[in-house]
């Protein structure tokens, strides 16, 4: 028999491969849970050469050894070389995993274990409804903390259809760093292990980031990684939305009174402030703008008066050249791309316009709104679902502390990182207000 000590474990995988034989005929694994309502997760896998169980046990008097006092908690033993799961909600102790021959001469294995979050004492997993906001908070260690484990946690969640889930997650700490991870329940076997599909990943800086990730029917798992040296606790608002509302309107953008949202999109990757929008769409307003290059318009008068002074005022700004400064010209136009489009310029975009900021062919003031004037296809019902959200966002911000809290670099950081996701789904009203409400407080 061999022993082995995973020691405190978390949203971690916490991994081991054995042997077993008929004269050592079984592996314990020692570890701890810090928390109630935890999930354990555990999984026997890549049986060969005969027939292996699983038992779990609690550490009834705690001295670290498996004895006859320890209380069998639960177990899996099906037949033949079939994967073994237990999947038990429990609180803080000590407990073991013992891997136990059943038949064969020589048995190798693969375990896996980790723990996820509870909800309750019952309740494993976050069921996502369509377009019901859930919410879920708890505590991270840091890097260097003691004990070291414990910077990891997961989250287990249902859908009953396929859809899309939008994740908000906040730090109580503004240097925060965390690794935000999304997995499929890929193997079906209804546990978060190691053989799970990860569907998409995101690393933020600062004390808020957002998510979004296509998902099917059935089970998948949220993992967080806390890559900073101190601890946060940190909460997470989920909305999911099951029709993924978007644009199907492929028509040519026009530049006129309503529309001031595309400059603020289209430059600075962000939802615009109230009082700016509503400048802007005066402004446009009052110089009769009606300016749409696809469909072949030409500026004259008080509409290229008007125009010349939106791109100058926004290509040129302070927030301009913090984000396109110290960016080569190529750069720049992969950067618009992003922010309008949410990719990078395909080769001969990318070329065609390079050339023309090279050559003073085009300013980067003029560019950036002229790229979003022109776009069509897929980039424009991206674009459109970022215009439409970002708009849903300047009229959501109503309170004093929502308008103090979107100004200067800090609340533009944090609109483009609300932005961003609204590719290819256009933002629902709880996303905005949620997103408003942790931010402003």
Request: proline share 2%; net charge negative; no cysteine.
């Amino acid at each position: 028999m061999a022993n082995f000590n995973f020691g405190v474990i978390d949203g971690d995988f916490f991994t081991s491969s054995g042997n077993l034989t008929q004269l050592d005929n079984n592996d314990t694994f020692f570890f701890r849970l810090e928390n109630n309502d935890s999930v354990i997760n555990v999984n026997l896998f890549n049986i060969i050469g005969g027939d292996a169980d699983i038992e779990l046990y609690e550490d009834s008097n705690f001295n670290g050894i498996l004895d006859a006092t320890d209380s069998l908690l639960d177990g899996s033993s099906r037949t033949g070389t079939q994967e073994e799961v237990i999947k038990r909600i429990e609180t803080a102790s000590d407990y073991f995993v013992k891997v136990v021959r059943f038949d064969g001469n020589s048995i190798d294995y693969d375990l896996s274990l980790t723990m996820t979050e509870g909800l309750s004492s019952t309740q494993t997993a976050i069921n996502l409804s369509p377009n019901n906001q859930r919410f879920f908070s708890d505590f991270l260690r840091g890097i260097t903390t003691f004990p070291q484990n414990r910077q990891f946690d997961a989250i287990e969640y249902t859908t009953s259809a396929n859809g899309t889930i939008f994740g908000q997650i906040t730090t109580n700490a503004s240097d925060s760093q965390f690794n935000i991870k999304v997995f499929d329940d890929t193997n079906s076997n209804g546990i978060f292990d190691t053989r799970d599909l990860l569907l998409t990943q995101k690393e933020v800086i600062g004390q808020t980031g957002f998510i979004n990730v296509p998902v099917e029917t059935g089970r998948g798992f949220v993992q967080i990684e806390n890559l900073s040296n101190t601890g946060y606790d940190y909460s997470i608002a989920a909305n999911y939305l099951q029709d993924n509302p978007t644009s199907t309107n492929t028509s040519p953008l026009t530049l006129q009174r309503g529309t001031a949202q595309i400059a603020y999109v289209a430059y600075y990757g962000r939802p615009g402030d109230p009082s700016g929008v509503n400048f802007w769409n005066q402004t446009l307003g009052n110089g009769n703008v009606n300016y749409s290059p696809r469909n072949g318009d030409i500026l004259t008068g008080s509409e290229q008066t008007t125009y010349d002074r939106i791109v100058n005022d926004f290509g040129n700004s302070a927030e301009a050249n913090r984000l396109f400064g110290g960016l080569s010209n190529s750069d720049k136009v992969n950067q618009v791309y992003n922010f309008a489009f949410g990719r990078d310029a395909e080769a001969s975009g990318l070329n065609f316009w390079t050339t023309q900021l090279n050559n003073g062919g085009v300013t980067l003031a003029t560019f950036a709104l002229e790229v979003a004037l022109g776009a069509q296809n897929q980039d424009i019902i991206v674009l459109r679902n970022k215009i439409t959200s970002a708009d849903l966002f300047s009229r959501s911000i109503n309170t004093q502390g929502e308008i103090n809290a979107y100004s200067g670099s800090t609340g533009e950081a944090f609109g483009r990182n609300w932005l961003e996701p609204f590719d290819n789904f256009i933002s629902l009203q709880g996303n905005a207000d949620t997103a408003l409400s942790v931010f402003s407080s």
